[in-house]
């Protein structure tokens, strides 16, 4: 796992020891990053269940402005930082141990604004939902704010056409999808 472009570039990161994590491929994360290219200059970031860091990561080596990483695990917490460090990235980061929901309210409360929203919640934990609700009443994300989550090839978060959000973009691999996903009914 490393670091593909940008200032960081070809940097190893550490992964979270165990198995309760899902690192994103590199391959996976290149793609993603293709597409999130245009969105990142200049942006503030949301990492929720961040794991290792690697989105966030990314995406500050890529140009944005400030990247919030969200992880409610010790470890994960620890090897964020630790790779902040060895990226030199730390001074545009904040790293918050606490679950998304907490996490949410709290950047809410301190007004915080995001462009761009990335979670990977643990697969079949049906987090998704409840999430993106909590974005939406803390008031931190807009109409402009694109949204990605990560989640198993299977899920078609049935909930999206009840909701306040539209899936403006799929994005499938082997294992899993990426959605793209903005607050508000988007027409044809």
Known sequence: MRVI??????????AVPGLDTRPT??????????????????SVFLD???????????????GAR???????????????EENLAFTKLSDDALVMRKTALSAISELGMKKYYFDIV???????????????KALEAAGIIDEETL??????????????GES???VIREKEYKNNKHYFIKLGKQTA
């Open 147 to 160: 949204i990605v989550i990560e989640a198993d090839k299977h899920n078609t978060l049935p909930f999206i």
């Open 5 to 14: 472009a940008g200032k960081a570039r070809r940097l190893p990161l550490k």
């Open 66 to 80: 400030k990247s919030v990483f969200v992880d409610n695990s010790s470890k994960a917490v620890s090897v964020i």
């Open 164 to 166: 306040n959000f539209s």
């Open 118 to 132: 990335y979670m990977d919640p643990p697969y079949q934990a049906n987090l998704e939902e409840e999430t993106l």
């Open 48 to 62: 929720l269940f961040s794991g290792s860091g690697s989105i966030g990561i990314e995406a500050l080596s890529r």
């Open 25 to 42: 491929v590199d391959r996976i994360k290149e793609t993603l990053f293709n597409i999130l290219n245009p969105y990142i200059p200049g």
